[in-house]
């Protein structure tokens, strides 16, 4: 079940463990990343609380936690390879996997055709 959030993150969530990144929107947005900081693995994050950073040419951001729970894995290769997130950000530019408090609350997310209508 993929999902999304209005502030431009994308989830992909199976059983009580989602995959978060930033859309093709979000990274088109920001322009060639140069730099991407990852949560620690182990951190426990609310629902919106700031997971990531990643600077591009233009401009520094932040990545939010669509959903609260702990961080347990991290994408080290968008870390080395920034530009990763820009070529396939919905592939292999995922950043982090956080197993949710409450899959459940994914509900209140917006499934694809609400995103592109909301970015349209």
Known sequence: MLKFTEDHEWLRIEGDVATVGITEHAAEQLGDLVFVELPEVGARLDQGGEAATVES???ASDVYCPL?????????????DPSLVNSDPTGEGWFFKIKLDDASSADELMTEPAYKAMIG
Request: hydrophobic content about 55%.
């Open 68 to 80: 609260a729970g702990e961080i347990i894995e991290v994408n080290q290769a968008i870390a080395d």
């Open 57 to 59: 040419v233009k401009a």
